[in-house]
């Protein structure tokens, strides 16, 4: 057996000790799903608002910057256009969060208001299984979470 040059010893040394460096982790998106309380105290029922109002999506900037909203929607994976929420003039502050609520109230800065009404049609959320999707206002997809579980009221997204 013929011994190795002092060059392909290197590089066979090399090769052996080049370190593993992990792969990086995904980047938080900018705004993300925290929960989904999709399963409202009392529903089934006539969709009053106290009822709507049960059922929310709470999202959170996870960036170090105030993100302007205005033209981002939120909505469920229903084709129906009744089934999207558009924010209006918001900013959502940096590692702030903000809850959409199905149902009727005066928006805040960390609530706002779908604004449905009209009985248990109102219901964006389904009780057993849907998605939810962030969109920005270019329509790229920012942000998505499922739920596949009647007997729970809510989904952990985070």
Same mark, same amino acid.
């Given at each position: ?12 040394? =090399? =090769? ?12 938080? $998106? ?5 929960? %989904? ?27 170090? #910057? ?28 940096? /590692? #702030? ?5 199905? /149902? #009727? ?5 960390? %609530?706002?208001?779908?604004?449905? @009404? ?5 219901? %964006?959320?389904?009780?057993? @299984? ?6 920005? $206002?270019? /329509? ?19």
């Amino acid at each position: 057996m013929r011994p190795l040059s002092p060059a392909l010893s290197a590089a066979a040394l =090399a =090769a052996v000790l080049v370190p593993v460096v992990p792969a990086q982790a995904a980047a938080l $998106p900018a705004v993300q799903f925290v929960k %989904i309380y999709y399963n409202s105290p009392g529903s089934p029922d006539n969709g009053a608002n106290s009822s709507l109002n049960g059922e929310w999506a709470q999202l959170k900037n996870t960036t170090r #910057k105030a993100i302007n909203l205005k033209g981002w929607t939120l909505r469920d994976k229903t084709s129906a256009s009744d089934h999207v929420y558009t924010f209006g003039t918001f900013t959502l502050d940096a /590692g #702030k969060t903000v809850t959409v609520r199905t /149902g #009727k109230g005066t928006n805040t800065s960390t %609530i706002r208001y779908w604004g449905r @009404s009209g009985g248990t049609l109102a219901y %964006i959320w389904n009780q057993a @299984s849907d998605t939810g999707y962030i969109h920005n $206002p270019s /329509g790229k997809l920012i942000d998505s979470c499922s739920y596949n579980n009647s007997r729970v009221e809510s989904v952990n997204c985070l």
